[in-house]
């Protein structure tokens, strides 16, 4: 289950429709942010609530639940 929602965030984040943000820097792949309401993780007992979700090339890179991270998640 969890690589079904891992897969799905992934997929929602390159189609760019639920993205709050990009890097610009020339030659690195996008950074895209997910602002995830709820998020359920599949590891986790409970569901996580108002996270980001970092995902760059493809992949995500973290997941943070703090909203100065989005300044700090660009390189």
Do not use: H, W, Y
């Amino acid at each position: 289950m969890r690589k079904r929602i891992l897969c799905t965030l992934a997929m929602l984040a390159m189609s760019g429709g639920v993205s709050l943000g990009q890097s610009g820097m020339q030659g690195a792949a996008p950074l895209t942010v997910i602002r995830a309401g709820t998020l359920i993780d599949g590891v986790s007992e409970s569901p996580r609530k108002n996270q980001l979700i970092f995902v760059r090339g493809g992949r995500i890179e973290k997941v943070a639940d703090d909203p100065a991270a989005i300044r700090r998640g660009r390189r």
